[in-house]
């Protein structure tokens, strides 16, 4: 019988030790998209979400974005002073939900800017406004500081637009 020193045996890899080339991964905001590694959500969501609707504003005044009932956010952007996602949540059944991110590509840019959301709709106008959460990853899923609830029962896109105000 052999002794227990001059037996083979098997080195098992530490998962711990494993190599992250991209470092951890990020989420997104939008409904069904996966985990990505690195990049910054403002990045990903140019490069994967491309359908989503990019809408230019000047900062103070109350702009109209045109929603359809199927979008999941909407890029505002405040020229070159800043880009910001209007994200949709309709994860409850009865409604969808409305918040606002401010995109950073770098963690020096931080800033606090302003927000109004209003939703118009036939029986009176819901708004909220506040300050913008400012994100450059998001290393879990997306959890909005405040957010603008909206029933089915009063929304209708054609019928209900979605107004957008924000101040720096």
Do not use: N
């Not at 951890?24 to 985990?35: D, K, M, N, Q, R």
């Not at 990019?54 to 979008?71: C, F, K, N, V």
């Amino acid at each position: 019988m052999k002794s227990p020193a001059s037996m083979p045996h098997a080195t098992v890899p530490s998962l711990a030790a494993a190599p992250t080339p991209a470092g951890p991964l990020c989420h997104c905001p939008s409904a069904g998209c996966c985990p990505y590694p690195g990049r910054s959500l403002h990045d990903h969501i140019k490069a994967e979400h491309p359908m989503i609707q990019y809408t230019r504003i000047t900062a103070g005044r109350l702009y109209p974005l045109s929603m359809r009932h199927d979008e999941l956010a909407c890029l505002v952007s405040l020229g070159s002073k800043a880009v910001f996602l209007l994200v949709v949540d309709r994860s409850v059944p009865s409604g969808l939900t409305l918040s606002v991110i401010h995109l950073m590509s770098d963690p020096i840019e931080r800033e606090d800017f302003k927000y109004k959301i209003q939703v118009h709709t036939q029986t009176g106008i819901l708004s909220l406004s506040g300050e913008t959460q400012s994100v450059g990853r998001l290393r879990g899923p997306y959890q909005a500081g405040a957010s603008l609830f909206v029933s089915d029962t009063m929304w209708s896109p054609p019928d209900s637009p979605v107004y957008l105000e924000l101040k720096c």
